[in-house]
């Protein structure tokens, strides 16, 4: 899933498919290990993906890795998981949950929106000429 979105959609991400497609077996396990992930399955297929994990600051949770198959866009996948992973991040404990979107993905920052998240205020370069923008909010 990862390579596939890293291909997909390598504007949303990060890093890139060179960087990640010949990692070495360790760092896709400890990848595995540091992150609680989701996947969403639609007639079997694998139609979606995002974890969470231990934010930067006490107490916030970070979403991350959020993708969905162009196939299955647009049928609920997205809120699903985010859903999916707002509860996790509820369960374990954590007051509040972050998140980074590309600018220009703007289909991405309406699902978030739509689903209780808005930007702080804090952006970053994702790599040399594009930002992404911090988005939260309160669990």
Known sequence: MRLAALQE???????????????PEERWRKALRDRTRFIAEIDGVVAGTVSGGEGDSEGVAAMTAMWV????????????????VVEWARAAGYAD?????????????????????????????????QLEYEMSRRL
């Open 69 to 84: 198959d162009p196939r299955y866009r647009r049928q609920s996948v997205g809120d699903l998981l985010v859903k999916t």
């Open 97 to 129: 949950m972050l998140l980074w979107v590309a600018d220009g993905n703007v289909n991405a920052e309406r699902l978030y929106v739509r689903n209780g998240f808005a930007r702080t205020g804090a952006d970053q370069e994702m790599r040399p000429g």
């Open 9 to 23: 959609a390598p504007y949303a991400f990060g890093s890139v498919y060179e960087r990640e497609v010949d990692a």
